[in-house]
């Protein structure tokens, strides 16, 4: 059974920093490309960053390009996002998913975790 948990949300000011953490089990972690969402509250689920199974890829949305970095430990079986320069727009759940990429894009998996909840102010 694929299990993922996030943690590492909380409340930031606008200008801060945090990191997530996403800790998984039940599958083969370095194989795995990994994921990171978020839903902010009455809007649709969105992609933010992927990362490749040995790390040698990665992939951003537009909106936090150059703010956040995905990176990964395959001996941990975590993949981790560092955010900065955190926006009020960037309050959301943040969640991980184990997908793969296909000519380029993320292709999501079906399992997700609890997600962790990030709250920034201005």
């Known amino acids: 059974q694929v299990q993922l948990v996030e943690s590492g949300g909380g409340l930031v000011q606008a200008g801060g920093s945090l990191t997530l953490s996403c800790a998984a089990s039940?599958?083969?972690?370095?194989?795995?490309?990994m994921a990171w969402f978020r839903q902010a509250p009455g809007k649709e689920r969105e992609f933010v960053a992927a990362i490749s199974w040995s790390g040698a890829s990665t992939s951003y949305a537009d909106s936090v390009k150059g703010r956040f970095t995905i990176s990964r430990v395959n001996a941990k079986n975590t993949v981790y996002l560092q955010m900065n320069d955190l926006k009020p727009e960037d309050t959301a759940v943040y969640y991980c998913?184990?997908?793969?990429?296909?000519?380029?894009?993320?292709?999501?998996?079906?399992?997700w975790g609890q997600g962790t909840q990030v709250t920034v102010s201005s």
């Open positions: 998913n184990a997908g793969r990429f296909n000519s380029g894009k993320y292709i999501k998996g079906l399992n």
């Open positions: 039940g599958l083969t972690f370095s194989t795995n490309t």
